[in-house]
């Protein structure tokens, strides 16, 4: 008896020795690509194992990888086709030209990540409910054009897009690949404006918005993470707190390297126009409670003084004392110039110090 | 008499008590709830559970996506053992292994994860007769131990979320009623119902130690029917359950975490066979009829149970010994 109680005892713990985990993953299909085939058929495994961040800081988010589907070249609507869209909602805009286009954060919610095409541009539109972080990434890595997924993967609670091209995984803030052939590489990062859909109809009139037929059925319109925005006290992941300002105000950053200077609305309440330097460079901030923009001076057009001549009523933003007229990216409308938009997005504010040390304005 | 206790214990103990917030986890009271035979009789059960969620709901509305799929296979040994006609002691332990599996853009990501799982005590106290004759009135109290792992790591070494372990990480409170009744009228027949409640404790190692973690408290309750009838020398005995489920949403760090928690009815066809006095096998099938899930969640497919249950009387036991 005690004997046979030995050998269970051994093989219990055995057993429980061998609670084990593994991931694998596999092509299925062929033929004609359907609506939702792999825009990447001749994506590589990738097997590397060595991590540019701490792995035991990763976490499996929940849905697995694709779990949450990324979308490929969306139907784009016009502004009056827009569906469940209110003047409060906050989009992700571009301009390349005349072709302006609004992501907006309810379909973004479901999917994270927009591979598009515009033009010759081919760009990814990244986006974390999590750290409310949008920015847009240019999907030519190396010369090789590729798409982005969503990996179900978290780092301090940010979003870990990976590309298909090569399986590389990509922290989202740092905008580098941080696991992978492409460990290390940066991301091109392409001009994103963040702000309420009422404010980029009044500066855009004629842009497109994501059609909410996107092939996936979702309950757009529905936000997916209770009250999550709102509420500073709620994380799903661990993520370092900094107490300097509520978690998840919503703040614009700009990157320098590992720094990061970040900038409230309220920065804007006594002046629309704000000239700062940080870590050496001159940038001009433009805001109100709406949108936040910044660009990086050169030394003539810090000479310059500019004015905030936004009315609501078109896509002009800023005006210099030379009379030229620039729109939130820093196009001139008239007059000439290009104003250089810096490194920057907005996000919530833990996630900034979370990924960079981070001065806050006016501090 | 025990025929009928066996039988009516055996269909109307299957709680499901899954420990995920999207109902994928391992059922551990499916194998709760074998009968008391009487003083010094001993109780063994074996089951298979195989638990299917590919079913993407929004509220109650059915999404059309089928990408993300949920596999639990779980086997449950269950020991019992009465001290008494009415008091009795039950063990359960289970061994699980949970599939994750999105088909997406071409691709199958599949994510593994097996080792063993919690397990539960419950002490039992039967009350014969109390509703009439062939009537049987069972209170249970116990507790889940946390067994199972709950800092499983991927392949890769990344931390995996609570509902993909094989364990909760918590210790559990809890409570079982059931109650059956032979019909008069049609001695073969029994209906039953019962009532579960599981108070789910925090798992305070969380996420490598830096979070804590509550799956929801659940209510269950069923209702039955079954019979009885003799085929090839042998008794059948199918039922028919309806089965109502509800739990409350999943806390992280003491907070609600959205899209856990919901309420389903099921409803389960089973057929047991007592192939001797003493060994009986079963299978039953569970079908979700009314799905409610709070936010966007996988919710039940389909399951599946087998099992096979011994009842050694103290007489054997002496002759065994």
Not at chain 1, 32 to 49: F, I, L, Q, R, V
Not at chain 1, 115 to 125: G, M, R, T
Not at chain 2, 77 to 82: E, I, T
Request: glycine fraction near 10%; charge should be negative; hydrophobic fraction near 35%.
């Amino acid at each position: 008896m005690k004997k046979n109680t030995v050998v269970l005892l051994v093989y219990a713990f055995l057993l429980f020795s061998c609670s084990s985990s593994s991931t694998q993953e596999t092509q299925i299909g062929s033929g004609t690509p359907g609506p939702n085939a792999n825009p990447d058929p001749n994506e590589t495994e990738n097997t590397s194992t060595e991590w540019t961040i701490p792995v035991n800081e990763v976490l499996d988010g929940g849905p697995g990888r694709d779990g949450i589907p990324a979308l490929e070249n969306p139907t784009m609507v016009t502004a009056v086709n827009a569906s469940l869209l209110s003047d409060t909602d906050l989009v992700l805009g571009y301009k390349k030209g005349n072709d302006i286009r609004a992501y907006q954060h309810n379909v973004l919610d479901w999917h994270e990540i927009v591979n598009d095409n515009i033009d010759d541009v081919s760009l990814a539109i990244t986006y974390c409910p999590l750290t409310g972080t949008g920015m847009g990434w240019n999907r030519f890595v190396d010369g090789i054009e590729t798409t982005f997924g969503v990996s179900g993967l978290l780092y301090q609670t940010n979003l870990i897009p990976f590309d298909r091209a090569t399986k590389s995984n990509w922290s989202q803030i740092l905008g580098e690949s941080v696991n992978g052939s492409l460990a290390g590489k940066d991301i091109d990062l392409i001009t994103l404006v963040e702000t309420d859909w009422k404010t980029w109809k009044a500066m855009f009139p004629s842009t497109t918005v994501i059609g909410l037929d996107t092939g996936f059925s979702r309950t757009y319109g529905t936000y997916p993470y209770s009250d999550y925005i709102t509420n500073n006290s709620l994380f799903f992941f661990p993520t370092p707190k900094d107490s300097r300002l509520p978690a998840k105000d919503r703040v614009h950053a700009i990157i320098i390297g590992g720094f990061a200077k970040a900038y409230q609305f309220s920065d804007f309440e006594t002046s629309n126009v704000i000239k700062d330097v940080f870590r050496d460079r001159n940038y001009l901030l433009v805001g109100n409670a709406n949108f936040m923009a910044s660009f990086e001076l050169d030394a003539a057009q810090d000479m310059l003084d500019f004015e905030y001549i936004f009315d609501g009523t078109s896509d002009a933003v800023l005006q210099d004392n030379q009379g030229t007229q620039y729109n939130i990216f820093g196009e001139a409308i008239s007059g000439s110039g290009q104003l250089k938009p810096s490194e920057s997005f907005m996000g919530y504010w833990f996630s900034i110090p979370a990924f960079y040390t981070t001065e806050v304005f006016g501090e | 008499m025990r025929i009928f206790v066996f039988i009516s214990i055996f269909y109307f103990g299957q709680q499901t008590y899954s420990q995920t917030c999207c109902s994928g986890g391992v059922p551990l009271s499916n194998n709760l709830g074998l009968p008391n035979e009487g003083k010094g009789s001993f109780s063994i059960g074996l089951n298979y559970d195989y638990n299917n969620l590919n079913t993407l709901n929004a509220g109650t509305e059915k999404l059309n996506d089928d990408s993300r799929l949920r596999i639990t296979n779980s086997v449950l040994l269950s020991l019992g053992y009465a001290f008494t006609d009415r008091i009795s002691v039950e063990t359960l332990f289970t061994w699980v292994n949970q599939k994750r599996t999105i088909s997406q853009f071409g691709s199958e990501n599949l994510t593994d994860t097996k080792g063993i799982g919690d397990a539960v005590l419950l002490l039992k106290y039967a009350i014969p007769d109390i509703l009439g004759t062939s009537s049987v009135v069972n209170l249970g109290l116990g507790t889940k131990a946390p067994l199972g792992k709950s800092d499983l790591t991927s392949s890769e070494g990344f931390q995996l979320i609570a509902d993909l372990q094989p364990g909760s990480g918590a210790w559990d409170a809890l409570g079982w009623l059931s109650v059956s009744k032979g019909l008069s009228f049609r001695p073969s027949a029994t209906v039953s119902g019962s009532l579960t409640y599981r108070l789910t404790g925090e798992n305070t190692s969380y996420l490598n130690n830096t979070s804590t973690y509550e799956f929801g408290n659940v209510v269950q309750a069923n209702v039955g029917y079954t019979d009885q009838f003799l085929l090839f020398n042998t008794i059948f005995n199918p039922g028919l359950i309806l089965k109502y489920r509800k739990a409350s949403y999943d806390k992280i760090n003491g907070s609600r975490l959205p899209n856990t928690g919901g309420e389903w009815v099921f409803v389960r066809p089973e057929l047991s066979v007592l192939l001797t006095p003493n060994i009986a096998i079963s299978s039953r099938l569970e079908v979700p009829v009314y799905s409610y899930v709070d936010g966007t969640q996988l919710t039940p497919t389909l399951r599946f149970t087998a099992g096979i249950s011994f009842t050694l009387k103290k007489k054997e036991l002496i002759i065994l010994n």
